[in-house]
Nanobody
């Protein structure tokens, strides 16, 4: 079982920055793939950024050049540095993780493929 706890959300003005963290705990039989997802009121959950078990990274087009995902592998901690925030970035941001018995885990930005989820942290960007 894997537990994920996000932190770092808050309220900022447009153009500001936030750094989200996701602490993962539990039993990891392989290196996890992890990702950040967000859901705004009335909208579907969407992938923001993801990092596969081999370190390859993907971003949603809407955040490219503004957000950076990183991972401290030794601690299984995931980060999302968010710069130049816009009001449309306002959402509940959740961390997700999955494991693969085959070793290589590649779930990308597809939320339905992730098994483990955190409760989320709210990000609000005002204009």
């Amino acid at each position: 079982q894997v537990q994920l706890v996000e932190s770092g959300g808050g309220s900022v003005q447009a153009g500001g920055s936030l750094n989200l963290s996701c602490a993962a705990a539990g039993y990891f039989y392989s290196k996890p793939c992890m990702g950040w997802f967000r859901q705004a009121p009335g909208k579907e959950r969407e992938g923001v950024a993801a990092i596969n078990s081999d370190g390859s990274i993907s971003y949603a087009d809407s955040v490219k050049g503004r957000f950076t995902i990183s991972r401290a592998s030794a601690k299984n901690t995931l980060y999302l540095q968010m710069n130049s925030l816009k009001p449309e970035d306002t959402a509940l941001y959740s961390c997700a993780a999955d494991l693969s018995s085959g070793g290589f885990c590649n779930r990308g930005l597809r939320p339905a493929l992730y098994k483990y989820w955190g409760q989320g942290t709210q990000v609000t960007v005002s204009s």
